[in-house]
């Protein structure tokens, strides 16, 4: 009966899936779809496509789907990842669903699952971010539990070198470039620069509503307290189910001046397709940072409308995105770029 409800939902609501001008093009659009960042969304698309195509909610979908990444022990997201310049993991993540409500935490530490966490301040608060100590209380209160304050073997080593320098340069933040692609690649490359990235995923489920989310350590040896985008409402994630989602990896600090995923938001507003609104809010970093600045850091949005068309823009070559919307396709696509 579910099934059979799910198959009339399902074909009533194909539409021909758009990516436009991409290297695979698609004229099959249907929902459910889910979309997210990098070779890692390939893992957690498939947690996602498990609640879609059950006829699940996207909010329950992208939060299963990034947890999965959560989980993982790789150098960008969730207690696996590289630590802060003190050696500590400090993670920010965001969660927003069809209605306008969101939550977010920030600089949480030793809680193997802060979407989740932001998820309960989306629903049990009045509040929409909760940070530090303060977070990591409310998520013990709501059962959570608090991990050991310990590095992953990879980050203890990655921390080990950077330790030999000791250097912190925020702006060389370039991502997946010759050291690998996805967050598996090396944390660090050979040419001495750290990896970071972020999974941001968004989906929209059968009922046609939109949810998107966002999870990361940040940037490798931040400093201390140092906050990116990605649990900001509007910067690293934004949800309009009217329009379309949007959600960003890279350099935070340069998506936060521009307001980045609801800029992208806006602009498919105007009518704009998923991929010229991330390609015109890349222009915009551009323009707000300079073009020889911006050749020293990546910064990458994906995007999915109401229609169930996808696009993906980055600064930079190497960014790639992951698109489920079946059993059998859940694929890997290169984003374009401008530099
Ligand atoms: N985009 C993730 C960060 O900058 O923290």
Known sequence: ????????????????????????????IRKPIVVATWDAGIAANKAAWNVLKNNGRALDAVEQGVMVTESSQNCCVGLGANPDRDGFVTLDASIMDENF?????????????????????????????????????????EGFTLEEQKLSDDAKKSYENWLKKNEYKPVINIERTEGGHGPFAPAQLENGEWNHDTIGMIALDVKGNLSGSCTTSGAGFKMRGRVGDSPIIGAGLFVDNEVGAAVATGQGEDVIRIA?????????????????????????????????????????????????EVGAYALQKGFNYSVCYADDYNKLLDSKFLI
Not at 3 to 27: H, M, P
């Open 1 to 28: 009966m579910q099934r059979r409800k799910f198959l009339q939902l399902s074909s009533l609501s194909v539409a021909g899936l758009s990516i436009k001008k991409n290297n695979l093009s698609f004229t099959e």
């Open 101 to 141: 409500n969101c939550g977010s935490v920030a600089f949480l530490e030793r809680i193997k699952h802060p979407i989740s966490v932001a998820r309960k301040v989306m629903e049990k608060t009045p509040h929409v971010m909760l940070v530090g100590s303060g977070a990591q209380q409310f998520a013990v209160a």
């Open 260 to 308: 980045g995923s609801h800029t992208v938001v806006e602009l498919m507003r105007q009518g704009l397709h998923p991929e010229d609104a991330c390609k015109k809010t890349v222009e915009r970093i551009i323009k707000a940072k300079g073009i020889e600045k911006c050749k020293q850091i990546q910064v990458c949005f994906i995007a999915l409308n109401k229609k169930g």
